[in-house]
């Protein structure tokens, strides 16, 4: 299946810096999702990006789309404790979806 | 709204019994449905892809004998891990989707132990 790999794997930072994950492919993506994953919690679907060079915020989130649409980033702006969780994004290749190895984020207060 | 229903959320079995996963979508109809693996604290692993009324598209190195997947109505797919063994013991996850919306939906997942 398709390879799609994130980094760091973890990042713990001080509640109010900024953090980013960072996703690649090793080929060429339709589109790219990204989701959530609280503790404990199932994952649930922040954003999906689709055009080349694309980006898209949410509140204190920016997403960023590769313009070889082969990598993709999630920046938080000054982190909050709810925060928190494993951010997955998630190559769309037609019918299937593969999951990013996952970045867990802790943010401490 | 799109909600999709999964359970039991855990389940211990012993090893050489069979255990079934229900994944339901409450209130669309999912003309696909996904099963994913979850290792602690890593990513979720596709198993395979279902669509209504069709087999299941299993991914490379998962053995089809073994994880028994239904997807019968669009509401409802199946997992069916048979003759479960130790190292089946995982979580497993659904999420489904419908034609023309991109998003994947989640259950809440089901957490199995092999004894």
């Known amino acids: 299946g398709q390879q799609v790999m994130q980094i760091p794997q973890y990042q713990h930072v001080q509640e109010g810096e900024d953090f980013t994950t960072y996703c690649n492919s090793s080929?060429?993506?339709?589109?790219i999702q990204w989701y959530k994953q609280r503790p404990g919690g199932h994952p649930v679907f922040l954003i999906q990006?689709?055009?080349?060079?694309e980006v898209k915020k949410q509140k204190r989130l920016t997403f960023q789309f590769g313009e070889a649409k082969k990598n993709s980033s999630l920046h938080i702006t000054a982190t909050q404790t709810t925060d928190v969780g494993t951010y997955f994004c998630?190559?769309?290749?037609?019918?299937?979806?593969?999951f990013g190895t996952g970045t867990s984020l802790t943010v401490i207060p | 709204g799109a909600v999709v229903s999964q359970h039991p959320s855990w389940v211990i079995c012993k090893s050489g019994t069979s255990v079934k996963i229900e994944c339901r979508s409450l209130?669309?109809?999912?003309?696909?449905m996904f099963w994913y693996r979850q290792f602690p604290k890593q990513s979720l692993m596709l198993m395979a892809t279902?669509?209504?009324?069709?087999?299941?598209?299993?991914e490379q190195g998962v053995e089809k004998d073994k994880f028994l997947i239904n997807h019968a109505s669009l509401t409802l797919s199946t997992l069916t891990v048979t003759s479960a063994h130790p190292e089946d013991s995982s979580f497993y996850i659904c999420?489904?989707?419908?034609?023309?919306?991109?998003?994947?939906?989640f259950g809440s997942g089901t957490q199995l132990s092999v004894l």
């Open positions: 998630a190559a769309n290749t037609g019918n299937q979806f593969y």
């Open positions: 999420s489904a989707r419908w034609t023309g919306n991109e998003k994947l939906f």
């Open positions: 080929t060429t993506l339709s589109n």
């Open positions: 209130d669309f109809q999912a003309t696909t």
């Open positions: 990006l689709v055009k080349s060079g």
């Open positions: 279902s669509n209504e009324g069709s087999k299941a598209t299993y």
